[in-house]
C-alpha cells in the first residue's frame, strides 16, 4: 500500500490543484473579483430572461428573478468597496435586468417588489 498525499498526486481533469488555483485567486484585488461575480451574474439573469440570441429556449422568469435579486444585492453591498467607475455601468445593467423583468412578466409586480427592488427602489418602465 503506497503512502502518498495529496499534493503528491498530480493534476488530473477530476483533480484539480487546489494550491494553485489559490494562488491564483489571491493574486486578484478584491474588486475584480466582485466585477466578475456581478457580469456572471448579470450574464446568467439575461439568459434567463431570454435576452440571448435563443430567445426564449432557456427563459426562466423564477430563475432570473434570483439571479437579479442576488445581483442587486451584491452591488448594494459592495458599493462603497468598488470605485463609482466599476459600479456605475453594473447599476445600471442591473436596471435594464429590472426593466426587462418587468415586461417579460405576465402579472407584474407591484413597485418596489419585484427583485432587487429591495435594494435599489422601486423601478418603474
Known amino acids: ?14 483533480n484539480p490543484d487546489f494550491d494553485a488555483m489559490a494562488r491564483d485567486i489571491a493574486e ?4 475584480e473579483v466582485i466585477v466578475t461575480v456581478a457580469v456572471n451574474l448579470m450574464s446568467a439573469a439575461a439568459v434567463k430572461l431570454g435576452l440571448t440570441e435563443e430567445g426564449d429556449t432557456y427563459k426562466d422568469l423564477d430563475e ?5 435579486h442576488a445581483l442587486a444585492g451584491l452591488l448594494d453591498a459592495s458599493a462603497t468597496e ?9 447599476r ?6 429590472q426593466l426587462a423583468f418587468r415586461e417579460a412578466s405576465l402579472v407584474a409586480d407591484e413597485p418596489g417588489k419585484g427583485p432587487g427592488e429591495k435594494y435599489t427602489g422601486a423601478i418603474y418602465g
Open 82 to 90: 468598488i470605485s463609482s467607475f466599476h459600479a456605475a455601468p453594473l
Open 28 to 31: 486578484v484585488p478584491a474588486v
Open 1 to 14: 500500500m503506497s503512502d502518498t498525499s495529496a499534493s503528491d498526486t498530480p493534476e488530473t481533469p477530476g
Open 92 to 97: 445600471d445593467g442591473l436596471k435594464s435586468l
Open 64 to 68: 432570473a428573478r434570483k439571479l437579479v
